[in-house]
């Protein structure tokens, strides 16, 4: 470092400088963006240790949750979420299977969580016509194509074995309906509504 000795007649001649203030500016709202990408590009990118203010704080936290839900555009496209059976052909639940005749069991609840990586899980809770309460639980791996979703049995089937076949459906903006099966002609179908995210 360079030491500059000034003669007392040009010392004055020089303006003192001012003390910084602690007030911070105000800013015009249309700063902000420009103001906060600087912030974050400072944090993210070169001073970790530099506070940002909350509005970038906020913008970050969206920024890392857009990431986070994002997925492989080039892999197969996803739903995650929490879907609980609303109905069953339009009967709200608790409510029958299907219209069989004698003694038929009562379907309670139901839910169906799809994941990230293609798994689907989905339970109901049913009344047996003799009162005994039983939970279900069948996994699943899923597959899109558009708004149609289809399911496939994980673990498949085993070899001989007499399994059902696995739902299929269509995703709309409340949930998703999904075709369980079928009783003579009647299709039956489950419509789940949205619950929350995972």
Not at 20 to 27: D, L, Q, R, V
Not at 40 to 69: G, H, N, Y
Not at 82 to 101: C, E, H, K, Q, W
Request: charged share 20%.
């Amino acid at each position: 470092m360079r030491r500059v000795a000034l003669l007392p007649a040009e010392a004055e001649e020089h303006a003192r400088p001012k003390a910084a203030s602690t007030k911070a500016a105000p800013i015009g709202r249309k700063h902000w963006l420009v103001i906060c990408r600087l912030n974050l590009s400072d944090t993210i990118l070169t001073a970790p240790e530099v506070l940002m203010r909350l509005p970038c704080q906020k913008a970050l936290l969206l920024l890392a949750v857009s990431t986070l839900a994002c997925h492989d555009s080039s892999g197969p496209p996803v739903v995650i979420g929490r879907f609980v059976l609303n109905d069953i052909n339009g009967r709200d639940l608790p409510t029958y299977l299907a219209p069989t005749p004698g003694l038929t069991p009562t379907i309670v609840w139901g839910t169906l969580t799809l994941d990230e990586s293609g798994n689907a899980v989905m339970t109901k809770h049913r009344m047996e016509w003799n009162g005994v309460e039983t939970t279900n639980t069948v996994t699943y791996i899923y597959k899109i194509n558009g708004t149609d979703i289809e399911f496939e049995l994980s673990p498949p089937c085993p070899i001989n074995a007499n399994c059902a076949a696995p739902p299929r459906g269509t995703i709309t903006s409340s949930g998703i309906s999904l075709e369980i099966g079928r009783y003579d002609s009647q299709v039956i179908v489950y419509n789940y509504r949205i619950a929350g995210n995972l």
